[in-house]
């Protein structure tokens, strides 16, 4: 059971948008180009989000779509049985290394270094993404809407009595009212919706292994365990989460949810700094922000396109922005150290720039980190 206590108060309600920026699109994105189960995708999105942030950690901890197979999916229109036996695999093989010790081993032996150039690294992504797709998604009326978003996050960022996040998503619902939402096709589409059970056969597993799983890994190890990890010790010095407990929801949510064709997930340092920018400092922010996955889920799937009109991407994008801003933020933490910054800046442009950035940018960061300390005792 999760050791704080969880709050539902407006910060928390604030916070709990703080990641949608990330989510929403690769989740629509996939059960478009993919023909996914949308009452299904979101019910266990929502879920997961709810256990997560109120029983397993109290934290504001988000679940996320993994996003390099999201991105797979996406790009090459492959199909959800394929992307199912992709989440059951990787959800075997993050137990394997969280059990065995592995994953602990990895963390311990990755320099500081290494790790604050994946979050810059991160960081610098999301905020490519939110200025170069996002914001300008909508010509001027677009960028003036995030201009309006991005001026009033400046101006409350921080401020406990009037979070930020309440008034960008409220000025984005307002804009889609106005201009976007089709009420009577809103309304059509309502009505209950269930769960979809998945079939699985083997050839999806393995296929979705090789396929999928493999190339996710490297990102799911650096990011989503190691760097998350370590932002919860910058955010949450008091409260110490292990790579071990991390590794082992991650590999849980993926064992179970693809049973009930739920997407593959998993923990992030983006969306854990992204509620923390927005106001979050309890689960209460994830419970509420994967009840809004649930209700869509069960009653508004039929209409999820229509729904999608309701958080325009300009705005999604001021979100993003921010939550990458903060995940870069935390290299401050090792400025002092022209060698550790080096390392850093280096881990994180190869994150960026390379195919398999975040693995090569892991390695080669250690490698350089290790041969530096071993010629300084040489030459000593």
Request: proline residues 5%.
């Amino acid at each position: 059971m999760p050791r704080n206590p969880i709050r539902f108060d407006r910060n928390e309600f604030s916070g709990a948008f703080g990641d949608i920026g990330t989510d929403l699109p690769l989740i629509a994105g996939m059960i478009l180009s993919c023909g996914l189960d949308s009452a299904s995708v979101f019910i266990m999105f929502g879920v997961l989000q709810i256990l997560t942030g109120g029983v397993l950690y109290g934290l504001p901890m988000p679940v996320q779509p993994l996003k390099v197979m999201a991105v797979l999916m996406i790009s090459q229109k492959l199909s959800g049985n394929l992307l199912y036996g992709a989440g059951l695999a990787i959800g075997v093989v993050m137990l394997f290394l969280s059990v065995t010790g592995l994953l602990k081993w990895v963390a311990k032996i990755v320099p500081e270094s290494v790790v604050r150039g994946v979050q810059f690294g991160l960081g610098v992504s999301l905020c490519m993404l939110a200025l170069g797709k996002y914001v300008p998604s909508e010509g001027i009326p677009g960028w003036t809407l995030a201009a309006i978003g991005f001026v009033i996050t400046l101006l409350l960022l921080s401020n406990r009595k009037y979070p930020p996040a309440l008034f960008v998503i409220a000025i984005g619902v307002l804009y889609a009212a106005g201009f976007r939402l089709d009420f009577g096709r809103l309304i059509a589409g309502a009505g209950f919706a269930h769960l979809r059970l998945w079939d699985p056969q083997m050839s999806d597993i393995w296929q979705g292994f090789l396929v999928l799983a493999l190339p996710q890994l490297a990102l799911s190890i650096s990011n989503s365990v190691v760097a998350t990890q370590k932002t919860v010790q910058d955010l949450f010095p008091e409260t110490p989460v292990s790579v071990r407990k991390i590794g082992l929801t991650y590999s849980l949510m993926n064992l179970i949810a693809p049973w009930f064709s739920g997407i593959p997930c998993c923990h992030g340092a983006g969306g854990l700094a992204g509620h923390y920018a927005f106001g979050a400092r309890t689960g209460g922010s994830v419970v509420i922000y994967g009840s809004m996955y649930l209700v869509i889920g069960l009653f508004f799937s039929g209409c999820f396109d229509e729904i999608l009109k309701i958080f325009p991407l300009p705005i999604l994008g001021v979100v993003l922005l921010f939550e990458g801003l903060t995940l870069m933020s935390f290299i401050k933490k090792i400025a002092d150290s022209k060698t550790s910054l080096f390392v850093a800046l280096l881990v994180a442009m190869m994150a960026v720039g390379l195919p398999y950035g975040y693995l090569v940018g892991m390695i080669v960061g250690t490698l350089i980190v290790y041969l530096l300390g071993a010629r300084a005792v040489s030459v000593s």
